[in-house]
C-alpha cells in the first residue's frame, strides 16, 4: 500500500485554467504538506496542515488554495495557471508537527506544465 | 540566507569508489533536526536518515554512513563502494524546534546530483 499518494502524476494544462492535485495518507499522520520543485530542483515549503487547520502558509500567489477535508487528505487547487507554476508539486505527511522532529514522507510527485 | 548548503552540485565517480556529501547547516536553534533524502531519476523523495541536535554519534546503514559534527555545523553523507544506482539527486534539510509558522518547516539544501558510472 502506498504510504503517501498523489493524483494525477502528470498534469498538462494550458494557462488561465484551473486545476486541482490530490493527496492522500493511509499513515495515520496528523500533518500534511506541499512542497514545490522548481526547475533547478530547489525544493521549497508551500503550505502545511495539522489536524486540518492551517500551519504553515509560505508566500506564495493567492491563486493557490490548500484544502483539507479531513487529516488524511490535503489538496491543492491552483487558479489561473500561469507558466511559471509549471513545477512538480510534492505532498508529504508527518506524524505531528512539534518541534519538527517527525519525519516528513514524501509522495511521488505531481509534475505540472503549463503551456 | 540559505540554511542549509550543499557546495556540490554535481558529483561523478565510478563504481566501486567511495564518494561523500557535504553539508553544512546554520540555525540559531539548540534543538534541530537533520535529514537527508534520495530522489532517484524517477523522481520520488526517499527518506535516508534523521539526526536530532543532541546526537553527534555517526551512523552506519550497510553502504551508507553520516558525519555529523556540531562544531563545523556539517553533516556529512558517504557511500562505500558506490553502484550505479546510488545515482541519484541526495538532499540535505534542516527543520528547528521553532514556533509558530517555522513549526515543521523543512529547509532543504539545492541537492547533489551524484552520477555514478559503470
Known amino acids: 500500500d502506498t504510504a503517501v499518494s498523489q493524483t494525477p502524476k502528470y498534469l498538462v494544462t494550458q494557462m488561465g485554467n484551473d486545476k486541482s492535485i490530490k493527496c492522500e495518507q493511509n499513515?495515520?499522520?496528523?500533518?500534511m504538506y506541499w512542497y514545490k520543485q522548481d526547475s533547478k530542483k530547489f525544493l521549497k515549503i508551500m503550505f502545511s496542515y495539522n489536524n486540518k487547520e492551517l500551519i504553515i502558509n509560505e508566500t506564495v500567489p493567492n491563486r493557490f488554495s490548500p484544502k483539507s477535508p479531513d487529516k488524511a487528505h490535503l489538496n491543492l487547487h491552483i487558479n489561473s495557471l500561469e507558466l511559471g507554476d509549471s513545477a512538480v508539486y510534492f505532498c508529504?505527511?508527518?506524524?505531528?508537527?512539534?518541534?519538527?522532529?517527525?519525519?516528513?514522507?514524501f509522495g511521488p510527485g505531481t509534475r505540472l506544465t503549463v503551456l | 540566507a540559505q540554511k542549509v548548503t550543499q557546495a556540490q552540485t554535481e558529483i561523478s565517480v565510478v563504481e566501486k569508489e567511495d564518494v561523500t556529501l557535504d553539508c553544512v547547516y546554520e540555525?540559531?536553534?539548540?534543538?534541530?533536526?537533520l535529514f537527508w533524502y534520495k530522489q532517484p531519476p524517477s523522481g520520488e523523495l526517499v527518506f535516508l536518515i534523521r539526526r536530532n541536535s543532541f546526537d553527534e554519534q555517526n551512523e552506519i546503514s550497510g553502504r551508507y554512513s553520516w558525519n555529523f559534527q556540531k562544531s563545523t555545523s556539517s553533516f556529512n553523507f558517504t557511500i562505500t563502494a558506490s553502484q550505479v544506482v546510488d545515482s541519484a539527486v541526495y538532499f540535505c534539510a534542516l527543520s528547528e524546534a521553532g514556533r509558530g509558522s517555522t513549526l515543521g518547516r523543512l529547509y532543504f539544501g539545492r541537492g547533489t546530483q551524484l552520477t555514478v558510472w559503470p
Open positions: 508529504a505527511s508527518s506524524q505531528d508537527i512539534a518541534g519538527g522532529a517527525d519525519t516528513q514522507y
Open positions: 499513515l495515520g499522520h496528523d500533518t
Open positions: 540555525t540559531r536553534d539548540t534543538t534541530y533536526y
